[in-house]
C-alpha cells in the first residue's frame, strides 16, 4: 500500500526529495516511509500503520530525535553554520535557521499575531552563536510522528532547516502540549535527558533545559497563528511547564 502526497509546484516535489535523500544519508536511526513512484505532481510514499504522537511518547521520540541529530552531526553537519545555508547534493541547500525564521516573525507580526515587544523578544532568542554545533529541524510535531510497533516513523520532508540542538525536541513538547493540553510534570526534564544521552555519547554538549525552553518560546511565537488549526487547541501560556514541573 502507499500513500500520496499532491504538491503544489515541481520545486516544493524535488526539495522533497532532496530532503528525504539527505535524512536518508545523515539521519542515522531516524526511520522514513520510502518513496515508491515520483509523479508529475506528487510522490507515492509508503504506507506506515501507525498513529500521531501522544505526551506519553515524548521519551521514545526525544530518543530518536537525539540519535538522529548526533549522527547528522558526524556524518555532515559538523562543517555546517546556523547562520549559512548548507548545500546538499544536486545544488541545493538546506536553509539556514536565522533567516527563514526572522521573515517569518515579521510576516505574522505584520498581520496582528503578536506586537513589537515580542517580536524584539523573539529576534533576540534567535542571536544564536554561529558556531555552536549544528543539527536539523523537520517539524516534529504530534501529526508528523508516526508511533509502530517498532517505534517512531517521522513524516512530512517538505520544510528541512539547520537548527540549534534541542530545537526539534521543543518543538514536539510545545506542539504536544499545544494538542493535548499540559504535560505530566517531568516530561520536560524525562525528554530532554533522553535527548541528551546519544549527544553525551558522541562528545557532544548535553542542552540545559533554560535553553530548551528559550526554543519553546520561540516556537510559540512561530506556531502562533495556527493556534485552532491543525488539531493545536491550546494557548502556550495555559500550557507551559511551571518550575515545579521540571523537576
Do not use: C
Not at 21 to 35: F, M, V
Not at 116 to 133: D, F, G, R, T
Not at 150 to 176: E, I, N
Request: glycine share 8%.
Amino acid at each position: 500500500m502507499t500513500f500520496s502526497k499532491p504538491y503544489a509546484t515541481r520545486e516544493a516535489l524535488e526539495q522533497t526529495i532532496a530532503h528525504h535523500a539527505w535524512l536518508s544519508e545523515h539521519g542515522g536511526p531516524l526511520r522514513l516511509p520510502g518513496i515508491v513512484a515520483v509523479r508529475a505532481n506528487g510522490i507515492d510514499f509508503t504506507s506506515v500503520e501507525g498513529r500521531h504522537a501522544r505526551s506519553t511518547d515524548a521519551p521514545a521520540v526525544a530518543t530518536v530525535l537525539g540519535r538522529a541529530h548526533a549522527a547528522a552531526w558526524k556524518s555532515d553537519l559538523h562543517r555546517a553554520l546556523l547562520t549559512t545555508a548548507h548545500p546538499l547534493a544536486g545544488g541545493r541547500e538546506l536553509p539556514d535557521f536565522i533567516s527563514p525564521r526572522i521573515a517569518a516573525l515579521r510576516r505574522h507580526g505584520d498581520a496582528g499575531f503578536f506586537n513589537a515587544h515580542q517580536v524584539a523578544a523573539a529576534q533576540s532568542l534567535l542571536a544564536a552563536n554561529p558556531a555552536i554545533p549544528v543539527a536539523f529541524y523537520k517539524d516534529t510535531n504530534p501529526r508528523n510522528v508516526l508511533i509502530t510497533a517498532d517505534g517512531p516513523v517521522m513524516v512530512d520532508f517538505d520544510d528541512l532547516t539547520l537548527a540549534p540542538f534541542g530545537y526539534d525536541l521543543a518543538k514536539l513538547l510545545v506542539t504536544l502540549a499545544m494538542t493535548y493540553g499540559p504535560l505530566p510534570p517531568g516530561t520536560f526534564t524525562t525528554a530532554l535527558a533522553r535527548y541528551n544521552k546519544p549527544l553525551l555519547d558522541a562528545d557532544l554538549p548535553a542542552i540545559p533545559i533554560g535553553q530548551l525552553l528559550d526554543h519553546a518560546e520561540l516556537h510559540h511565537l512561530l506556531t502562533l497563528p495556527y493556534l485552532g488549526k491543525g488539531g493545536y487547541r491550546h494557548p502556550w501560556p495555559t500550557v507551559r511547564p511551571r518550575p515545579e514541573d521540571l523537576t
